[in-house]
């Protein structure tokens, strides 16, 4: 097994030669650990079986489950295939990039998650990886998700490929999921947003930020 690439990111601007190698990872079918607002994830090329298979393996994840899509915009998601109802557009506006994963239906058929982290960094190495990401949360199935670099590379113990430590997240929490596939909207994870800031969002009032109270 080869040894895990620990890559510092500093607190204040995204450190660029970092990303820049974490990125080329993920083009290379490589598990890249990353920070967002709330947890740490673990993301890979959604188009390489292998490094998907590596990702369910390394988390321990039930292959029934389906890994959420990593975007930097409405527009990205759209280009993978997800369709934007009017409600999921609303959530959108509102909370993207934020602690939101919407449950779309597919161009295809079926349904596909879709998260627009709010952290600079995640948008950064989505934008420069090049490559549809797709991830989870960086921990053991069944376990807590790390909120800091350091508890992120205990929890992977060397599995991961590449781990970029950013410090501590700046929510905390998970991200709360949406299902929007059916009738109306299903909160399907209760998250950093809770259910009355939803509702509003769908009325079309307020404007949320990460920890902070509805804005008017």
């Known amino acids: 097994m080869t040894a895990t690439r620990m890559l510092d990111l500093g607190a204040g601007a995204a450190d660029e030669a970092a990303l820049e190698e974490a990125a080329a990872a993920l083009r290379e079918g490589k598990t890249v650990v990353f920070p967002?607002?709330?947890?740490?994830?673990?993301?890979?090329?959604?188009?390489?079986?292998?490094?998907?298979?590596?990702?369910?393996?390394?988390?321990?994840?039930?292959?029934?489950?389906?890994?959420?899509a990593y975007v930097s915009s409405v527009e990205e998601a759209e280009r993978y295939g997800a369709v934007f109802t009017a409600a999921a557009r609303r959530l959108a506006e509102r909370f993207w990039p934020g602690p939101l994963?919407?449950?779309?239906?597919?161009?295809?058929?079926?349904?596909?998650?879709?998260?627009?982290?709010?952290?600079?960094?995640?948008?950064?190495?989505?934008?420069?990886?090049?490559?549809?990401?797709?991830?989870?949360s960086a921990n053991r199935s069944g376990g807590a998700p790390p909120e800091s670099g350091e508890e992120a590379a205990r929890l992977m113990d060397g599995r991961a490929d590449v781990v970029l430590k950013g410090g501590r997240t700046r929510c905390g929490g998970e991200s709360t999921i949406v299902d929007l596939g059916g009738e109306g909207a299903r909160i399907v994870r209760a998250g950093v947003i809770g259910r009355g800031e939803i509702e509003e969002a769908l009325s079309r009032r307020g404007r949320r930020g990460c920890g902070g109270a509805v804005q008017r």
């Open 101 to 136: 994963t919407l449950l779309l239906p597919a161009a295809g058929g079926g349904r596909l998650g879709f998260r627009c982290p709010d952290d600079p960094r995640a948008l950064a190495l989505i934008r420069r990886a090049g490559v549809p990401v797709a991830g989870t």
């Open 36 to 68: 967002t607002e709330t947890v740490y994830g673990i993301g890979c090329c959604a188009s390489n079986p292998e490094a998907v298979r590596r990702v369910y393996e390394i988390k321990g994840r039930d292959r029934g489950k389906p890994l959420a």
